[in-house]
């Protein structure tokens, strides 16, 4: 019963995946050029780099925001945390290109900011459509309901007992949040992190549509290598550094967790 | 620290994240000719030259073509791989696991570029067919997952009244086992539609003209054109991936209260 599965998925995506890892090694030639390329040129490491760094800081961005609203969801149990969870939900089946499409109505010239600044008499507001911060608020927003899934399904385990117990032995509320609750929150934090982190560094459409190609993250300068040079032995490389980091981090998160739990 | 302070900030933070979706809808019916708001006037002239444009109609019925083709593609491959994994115990359990969850594993950009360098050689690219190859294949883990899950919650000792009472496996299978999965299975299967209808990465890569998706002309018309009728568009994309979702909860609270 497993078979069909296992044969569709090494013939139809570890073919593909491997076909690329190849191309990496032999498009234009036989070397590793590509590699080499990529790590000795200055503009190249300054991408990867900067991939690193937003995708740090929406990472921390999403746990500012999402770990108020995952605790709110699971410490109540009434209508408020299903309106908050139907909130997250819908957000997060809402499409990246739909929400990022939000962003540059919002963001734009003629948008609700522009028209705040008039409002309030500011003149003109700054440039913040196509800058890396509009395209780092943009992930954050979208990558914001994983985050809070992540928290949410451990967060709703803890037992409620634990924090009145606490309460009853003369911890105060801000106390015993920090000495129970937030510990036992931790697995949330770590999966978290992992899952906005590792899909941040590969983030495809938001960079493309609302950040700057002076500052471009890793699947920005894979869509120029394709797109306007055609160069695929070059982008192919660029992808297996990039699935290579991913790996990595997965990797080592599978050591001190188990990747089941990631999804769970 | 003010004890209302979690629950201010969970509701300013639900508002972060549903106000840029809520303010696409009041733009559907705007006049402007482009991205303004608030809107200067109101009318549903982009709905209607939504409803007459062919390409947008031809983006919206490749997209359902697709997520129906891949979603069948899906539940074939993955709900007897789910099985497999929760009912049997045999060797390679762990590395077959991984293997089903590669796709979520790999980068979507990753992934797309793989498809795109394969099926450039097939000529596959801008095709249905490679469309809903790539898209179920992207789908199998959500499904496995939810499948698996629901699997997991099944007691065997229905069947095992069953076969006691006289009924064979197919008979046990599909009067016992199956309506209570049922649930499960409708979940999985919605999960695998809405995922490829909402999928962009992949699609911008390899659907080239002929198979593009809602999704892919978004993208694009996003950059080449600003079209107001992209607020029309992710209105209805909206409302769309809203009955979906409140399908999915119907599904799951008339399972709840079945058991």
């Known amino acids: 019963m497993v078979a069909p599965a296992i044969l569709y998925l090494l013939a139809l995506f570890v073919v593909p995946v491997g076909h690329m890892l190849v191309l990496s090694v032999t498009e234009p030639a036989v070397s590793l050029a590509n590699y080499r390329r990529l790590f000795t040129v200055p503009l190249y490491t300054h991408v990867m780099l900067n991939t690193f760094a937003v995708s740090f800081v929406v990472t921390l961005a999403c746990l500012a925001l999402g770990y108020p609203l995952a605790y709110v969801m699971a410490r109540r149990n009434d209508w408020v945390a299903a309106v908050l969870l139907a909130a997250v939900g819908l957000s997060f089946w809402t499409g990246f290109i739909v929400r990022t499409y939000a962003w540059l109505v919002i963001l734009g010239q003629k948008g609700p900011l522009s028209a705040f600044y008039a409002f309030a008499g500011l003149g003109r507001p700054p440039q913040i459509l196509f800058t890396t911060f509009s395209s780092t608020l943009g992930m954050v927003h979208i990558l914001l309901p994983y985050m809070v899934l992540a928290l949410y399904a451990v967060m709703r385990k803890i037992e409620p007992s634990y924090l009145r117990a606490a309460e009853s032995l003369g911890a105060r509320p801000f106390a015993a949040f920090r000495h129970v609750f937030l510990p036992l929150s931790l697995p949330g934090v770590v999966n978290g992190c992992v899952l906005v982190f590792t899909i941040c560094l590969g983030f495809y459409i938001t960079p493309i549509l609302l950040g700057t190609p002076r500052n471009m993250m890793i699947s920005q300068l894979i869509n120029q290598q394709i797109e306007d040079l055609l160069a695929w032995g070059f982008a192919s490389a660029i992808a297996t550094v990039l699935l290579a980091i991913t790996l990595v981090l997965l990797a080592i998160y599978n050591r001190f967790a188990g990747l089941d739990r990631l999804w769970g | ?259």
Do not use: C
Request: net charge positive; glycine share 6%.
């Open chain 2, 1 to 259: 620290m003010p004890r209302h302070f979690p629950l201010v900030m969970a509701v300013i933070v639900a508002i972060f994240l549903l106000a840029p979706i809520a303010i696409i809808v009041p733009m559907s019916f705007s006049t402007a000719i482009s991205f303004e708001f608030p809107p200067p006037g109101y009318w549903l002239g982009y709905y209607a030259r939504y409803f007459h444009s062919a390409a947008w109609l031809n983006a919206t019925a490749n997209s359902f073509a697709i997520a129906f083709g891949s979603m069948n593609l899906t539940m074939l491959v993955a709900v007897p791989a789910a099985f497999g994994y929760v009912r049997y115990r045999f060797r390679g359990k762990s590395a077959m696991n991984l293997i089903v969850m590669l796709p979520l594993i790999v980068p979507g950009v990753v992934s797309a570029l793989g498809y795109y360098g394969l099926f450039a050689r097939m000529h596959l690219v801008g095709t249905h067919f490679g469309m809903i190859v790539a898209h179920s294949v992207l789908s199998i883990p959500v499904v496995f997952l939810v499948i698996a899950a629901s699997l997991k919650g099944f007691d065997r000792n229905l069947e095992r009244a069953a076969y006691s009472a006289g009924a064979g496996p197919l008979r046990t299978f599909l009067w016992v086992t199956l309506p209570v999965l049922r649930p499960g299975i409708l979940v999985g299967a919605l999960f695998a539609f809405l995922h490829s209808f909402n999928e962009a990465v992949v699609a911008i890569f390899i659907a080239g003209r002929d198979a593009v998706t809602l999704p892919k002309k978004m993208f694009e018309s996003i950059r080449l054109e600003s079209d107001p009728v992209l607020a029309v568009v992710s209105t209805l994309l909206t409302g769309a991936m809203l009955a979906g979702v409140l399908v999915s909860v119907f599904i799951r609270q008339r399972a709840a209260r079945a058991t």
